[in-house]
């Protein structure tokens, strides 16, 4: 099986984290995408956050660094997963070796997504899984169970970050 090497940027801040609505797969996901030739997942991370989110990221390292300095080390990611992708006219079924980070925004807060179908969504909204609406008044869809623990775990690790800021 094919497999390609891909990075999903949960983005989140204040209480929040971004997702929109993926119509090609009919889901709510967070950026992300293929990891270029010659790109490290660090820099493919942060090329997708800004490329899709429209602003620059810094991701939240969630595992300690080994203690050697020396060869440069890149924070590990909160997780990888190994995702079936089904077969489409322009590709053969593959695989997508996913590596997840955790990241917010280089200011720190909130910033206005793209327009369209991109939402800030509450910690509260994922925790009692009645998915997002994509219009007032419209029906929430709900959100993949991988992308709503992650999420909450996401905005959890952000409020961490936003804690020790305040305290030093």
């Known amino acids: 099986m094919r497999r390609h090497f891909t990075v999903t940027a949960f983005v989140s801040a204040q ?16 950026p992300g995408g293929h990891i ?9 991370t942060r090329r997708e956050a800004l490329e899709e989110a429209g602003f620059p990221v810094e991701i939240m390292p969630t595992a300690s660094a080994f203690s050697h300095g020396t060869p440069p080390q890149l924070p590990a990611p909160a997780t990888i997963m190994v995702e079936d992708i089904p077969a489409t006219p322009a590709e053969p079924a593959h695989q997508h070796v996913d590596l997840i980070y955790f990241t917010r925004p280089a200011s720190g807060m909130m910033q206005t997504p793209p327009p369209g179908s991109w939402r800030w969504v509450a910690l509260e909204a994922l925790q009692d899984g009645r998915g997002i ?11 993949a169970e ?14 961490e970050e936003e804690r020790a800021s305040v305290g030093s």
């Open 15 to 30: 209480g929040h984290t971004l997702l929109h609505w993926h119509v090609k797969n009919r889901m709510w996901l967070p």
């Open 36 to 44: 270029e030739p010659d790109e490290d997942p660090i820099q493919a």
């Open 133 to 143: 609406s994509l219009e007032a008044g419209a029906d929430p869809i709900p959100v």
């Open 146 to 159: 991988d992308v709503r623990v992650l999420g909450i775990r996401a905005i959890a690790r952000a409020a």
